[in-house]
Structures are given as C-alpha cells and as structure tokens.
C-alpha cells in the first residue's frame, strides 16, 4: 500500500520499519553550510504566527528564525511555525534567555540551531554548550522516548546521534560580552556568535544608533576576530549593502529582514501611494 513503511524494497534487498528507525537524525544542513563557510542568508520571524510563517518558508531564504525572545511566543507557538515550515528551509529558534530548561524543551521539539542571546561570560557560554548535548558530554535531561525530536521514541538511535546535528551559536550584544569574547571562542561546541547591533549600541550609550562609527568598529573587530577563530559569524542588519559587506568579510550566518518589518514597510508604501493619487 503507497507510504506504508512497513517493508520496502532497497537494492533487492528488504529493509523493515526497524532497520528504519535506526538512521540517524536528519542531518543539520544549516550547520553544514556554515561549516563549509557558504553564506547563509534568513528571517527572523516575529508575528508567532504558523501561518505567516508557512508563508515566509515559501520565500526560499536559507533559515527562519522564530523569534522568543522579542516575539510573543510560546513552546506551543513556536512547535506550530515548525511544523509549517517544514522541510523547506532551516528553522533557528531564540529562546527568551539561556536557561537549561527551555533549551531543552527547544531541543525535544526537534529544533537543531538555537540562538542564545545576551551572553556575557565564559561561564553563561559553558552552561549553553553543556545544555545542548546529552550526558556525558552535557547535562541535557534524557527524554528522547517522548521526544518529537526522535519521532516519539521510533528513531531509537536519536540520543547517540543528535548531538553531531545540534548547531548552538551565541549571540554578544554588550561591553561584557565583547570582553568575554576570547574565552568564548576557545570554548569547543560552540559553532558560531552572532554580534546583536542594536543591543550593543544601546549598551555603548547610542540607543538606536548601530550606525554609530565607535559601534561600527567594535561590531567589525568581534566579527573580525569570531572568523578568525573559526568559529561562523552572525550579524542582522536590513541594509543590503551592508549585508553584502559582512558577507565578503567572512560572516556566514546573516539575517536580512523580519517579517514584521516586512509588513510594517509594505502597508506604508501602499498607504503612501494610494494617498498620492
């Protein structure tokens, strides 16, 4: 019967539903890429909204970020956006802050690539790495039996597998955390950090002005030394022209847009044009 996978036949051999279950976990394509330094360009996703982002999936951006950390989400929320997503680009998830907890709830959901905002020390980055991996390489609780992350206990190579596939990048966005930017990047499961503008520029006393040329240099030296490390840059800026500065720089993980400011940019220009008429 079409889509039973009870038993198939593979290069004239059988392969049962068992055999199935033991593939490993879906291989983390964004991580990949950004392992391979290939420029990964994507949205944030704001409104917490399944069907707006079914939409913007559609679009064809390498990775979706849904937003908790400025979005009004929730674990449930954020579940329903991933499954309208689906399989057509990358989901990235913020959670509100880095606590244990909710990086693993994010992780049993099934999410590979979290950004973590707001680190400050070495220590904030070592407790993150540990959370995203399975004892004895972290401290992530054992639930992967009613997981969906491993399709509810089926793929029962789920905990020795997952942890090749997680991608943690951390996002520095303060003084502190230019400071403790160093030690960060010596860290080992760490895979990228991201410079957040607009928090930093608040914290180097121009509020709403990354522009600012002392903010512009502090973003460039951290996104400068975090490629020379190895490790993936990160940046969110809505000017293309410096999108494509950053990208020739080196940074590989760029956020170009938001589908809130999408909207908000839109319904202005056709307000703005119909009252032209």
Known sequence: MPGLWLMISLKGGIWNFTERNRMPVPMNSL??????????????????SAYSAELMAGAGFDWLLIDAEHGPNSVTTILAQMQAIGPRCQVVVRPIEGETWMIKQLLDLGVQTILVPMIESVGAAEKMVRAM??????????GAA??????????????????????LLLQIESRAGLAALPDILALGGVDGVFIGPAD???DMGFPGNAG?????????????????SGKSAG??????NAAARYRDMGVTFIGVGADLSLLVKAAK????????L
Do not use: E, M
Not at 133 to 142: L, S
Not at 146 to 167: E, K, L, M, N, W
Not at 235 to 240: E, G
């Open 200 to 202: 930093l520029a608040a």
């Open 269 to 276: 220009t056709l307000r703005d044009s119909v009252r032209a």
């Open 31 to 48: 991580k990949a890429a950004l392992v391979n330094k290939q420029p990964q360009f994507g949205l944030w996703v704001n409104l917490a």
């Open 212 to 228: 600012a040329p002392q903010v512009q240099a502090a973003i460039d030296a951290a996104l400068l030394a975090i490629i020379a």
């Open 235 to 240: 940046i969110l800026t809505f000017d293309l």
């Open 133 to 142: 991996h399975y004892p004895p390489k972290g401290n992530r609780g054992v």
């Open 146 to 167: 009613v997981a969906r992350a491993s399709d509810f206990g089926r793929q029962t190579d789920y905990i020795h597998t997952a942890g090749a596939q997680t991608c």
